[in-house]
């Protein structure tokens, strides 16, 4: 049951797909995904059984697709490995963080299966995602380029630190948008950027392509996190991969929270003071509900998905200083993609 | 209520101390710990607040000791910092797991202060750790050492599956001797041996000075480890810092009881058997003098310190190759003093 909203002046983004961007790396990603395979081996069987566990669940494995595609929007040499050892890094990193966030956030689902936590328990999230951290660092040190092991060293602190943020900021409902995007950035948005920014500095670009291809992974992942916060009041469980509502059960707040909360009346704070900061959610009693009928009065959503165009636009216009060629039409279409998710 | 033991044909090691070491590298010491106070600072309030609440607990802080003495050992240009850096990296990842160890492990002590983890929760506990591993990669890539950041990486690689290893072998106590050893060969001397093996990579000594350092610190790591555990059966809470008998209450499988249960009875079995695997302690019955009786029975904590004192054998002459200097002696008195705690 998602909510269709009506984005005026805006191109037929119902339509992109992830096709072509997946078409134009999918040699590149089955070396990719033959590189997760051989290092998430161990003769310690629980290792590769976690770890399989989620990164055999299918995500799209979006981070590693945009290293390969802005290594080769930038020309790096198709017959050497870096890009695909950095990609695998990139999605090994993603892959510890969600596993380490199942921890954090008490999760049941992920990617549409049960979390690793409740199968194997939070031990062995903690410490199967310590060991893929670790192997992304070798793989990173393979590579041999220190400008990349610096950003995604960088990268991997700036996550951790957004996720403290988080923690700091949960359950207060007096979070202030700002507030909120200093978290996303951090906490998603930086590794796309850091995905993004390694494939120029791959093929040894110019700093001016190195920055415009950052800012793309910046900006296309503040919207995608934009839309997964909308998504998680007005999506379904097959589009989000987990269940419908968990932002709310977690006490997150999220900016359709942030927005509702600033337009809302002093009955409506008390509600979300309730549900979200203590904890007091009854379900049965329809709390769920009244969150969504909430924002749907506040128009909270809308403007959740609003504010993604706005950060989708930013992504797509980084991409200018780049000639026009099939690899750029294909990145700016996974941004509308990421956006239209939400219709 | 520490268990003397009479070694014999032994040096006096009880009066080993790390006076001559601590002493040696103290300069280098002052600006680790710098780097240690600005390299935990975050905007993000909680961040320093529980790296800080493990790090100025004041633990000896013998791993980062021990890259700044290798490096010294070797002649490394002491108006450099690249021994500096990658001591505070050691020191980080050493943080790093105890803060996750502490949730794997559920424990409420730590360095004889109450652990992170009930002060701040879990979640602080996961990603403060994971913070300070990324400013570890970020403070390694500094340096520039590719070949440092193998070693470290690939041993933050090691210890996670060591954990996971334990992790498996816990509450089992048909585990071997060489399982065990595996596991803390793994969890504990790895990051011995690549705190070690870093000083003489730094300084751009050949592979044989490479190899005798690491090896001196892999058989240090194996011998501390063999004495820590031996400790918490028979040592007291100001010599570990934990709590006596935690070992026991977690179910956790060290020497001291893979080799009571190998020389016990069936009865005795049947007691490892409901105290560790299944978790059913009752200490007020007496439960935890039971466990020391027994292994006081079977002299399991005098051999767990004898083959403590064969991998202290090991790395004293590990360092054979080198002359005679004061850091050499120093390193040789630091073996003894990991061993004498246990008298």
Redesign the interface.
Known sequence: MGVVLPIQDRPADSEASLTDLVGLVAGGMERVNAMILSRTG?D????PEVANHLIASGGKRLRPILTLATAQLCGYDANRDGDVKLAASVEFMHTATLL?DD??DESDMRRGRVAARIKWG???S???G??L???A??M???V?S?RA??IL?????????G???Q??AAKNIETREDEYLAVIRAKTAELFAAACEVGPVLAGRPDAEVAACRDYGMNLGIAFQLIDDALDYGGTSASLGKNVGDDFREGKITLPVVLSVRRGSEEERAFWRRCLERGEIDEAAGDLETARATMRRHRALEDTIARAHHYGDLARRSLDIFPASPMRDALLQAVEFSIARAH
């Not at 310690?44 to 290792?47: F, K």
């Not at 060293?153 to 630190?161: C, D, G, Q, T």
Request: hydrophobic content about 60%; overall charge negative.
């Open positions: 161990s310690v069987t629980m290792i380490h921890v954090v939070n031990q062995a903690v410490l199967v310590d060991f951290l670790g192997q660092f070798k990173m040190v393979e041999g220190l092991l610096d060293s960088s990268a991997a602190a700036v996550i951790a630190e996720e403290v943020m923690l700091t």
